[in-house]
């Protein structure tokens, strides 16, 4: 008897074999590719030398989500909680920022507009200062050389305080107020008395401060005669004084006057220096029955144009308040 063997049908179902094994080939290779990926010494995604581009494109958002955090003072990824963003701003934070273990962490690589990117991780070294050396002294602006355009309120003439540092003193500004006494031509005028005549001004500022203390020159120059710079000279209201003509290049030709002392310790035709002793402060002249005060004016070289009491005067006082408060040393 002839035995025929029966042929496989031909159908769908014939292929499920062929699509199973296909199948299990698929995830074969897949299963290789992700045993590739993990396979020691090869490098994960992310890491340096290999980054994958999923995590270049992480890597480039972390700078914006840092922004909010570093400007914030957010405590995102400090002591292990926060996201994975809030850890890239903790240990790479730009300028160094400390990691989660409190160690500098390295500089980001991202950086704000507009700044330069360091050469290294590390903070630059502060550099160097040069060593400390003490500041010279500042030269001062020379007193005014002219008349023209003078600023008799406001000038300042370099000197030094006339009075020392411990001495107990005080002073205001009282340049042109009501004085009694007769208005001569080098005395500022205040009004005009109803007979017509000038009353007199205050010249310059009074000192306040106890018999006795010792005045120094305010600047190097000559002892000189006041009778012979300002006629007539009244002995009777200025008393003992001293009058010095500036030498110094900041105040050539200017004149101090110091009044009512009641020593003199140098002579008229001497040479003084700058801070040197000339006497010691007292009542003497008009200022007898008055509290102690150290009378001092300041004159230029030259006459100045005032308009006062209704006309026009020259004269060489201008007020030396300014100058008083520049160099006194309770001021600077």
């Known amino acids: 008897m002839r035995t025929t063997t029966p042929r496989a049908p031909r159908g769908p179902a014939s292929l499920l074999p062929a699509v199973g094994a296909l199948a299990l080939a698929a995830v074969l290779v897949v299963a290789c590719g992700g045993a590739r990926a993990i396979v020691p010494g090869s490098s994960l995604p992310g890491q340096a030398g290999n980054p994958s581009p999923t995590a270049r494109n992480s890597t480039a958002l972390v700078p914006d989500a840092c922004g909010a955090d570093s400007l914030g003072g957010s405590a995102t990824g400090n002591g292990g909680g926060g996201t994975a963003a809030g850890a890239s701003c903790a240990v790479s934070g730009t300028g160094g920022s400390p990691g989660v273990d409190g160690s500098p962490g390295p500089t980001s690589a991202s950086q704000e507009p507009g700044t330069e990117t360091p050469e290294s991780s590390a903070s630059p070294a502060p550099s160097a200062s040069p060593a400390s050396s003490p500041s010279p002294t500042a030269t001062p602006s020379p007193a005014p050389t002219s008349p023209v ?136 002249g008009n200022a007898a029955g008055t509290p102690p005060h150290l009378h001092l004016e300041l004159r230029a070289p030259f006459l100045i144009r005032v308009k006062e009491a209704g006309k026009v005067r020259k004269i060489d006082a201008f007020d030396p308040y300014p100058s008083l408060t520049a160099a006194d040393p309770r001021r600077q």
């Open 149 to 284: 355009h003078f600023p008799y309120r406001r000038a300042v003439v370099p000197l030094v305080f006339p009075l020392p540092a411990s001495a107990t003193y005080t002073y205001r500004r009282d340049f042109l107020v009501p004085r009694l006494g007769k208005v001569y031509a080098y005395n500022h005028a205040g009004s005009v008395a109803p007979n017509g005549t000038l009353r007199r001004a205050h010249d310059g500022t009074d000192i306040g401060v106890p018999l006795g203390t010792a005045v120094r020159a305010p600047f190097s120059g000559t002892v000189v005669n006041p009778a012979a710079r300002w006629k007539p000279w009244d002995p009777a209201r200025y008393g003992k004084v001293v009058v010095i003509v500036s030498d110094e290049p900041t105040s050539t030709g200017y004149s101090v006057i110091l009044a009512h002392l009641s020593k003199v310790n140098v002579k008229v035709g001497q040479h003084v220096s700058r801070g040197q002793l000339l006497g010691k402060t007292g009542n003497t």
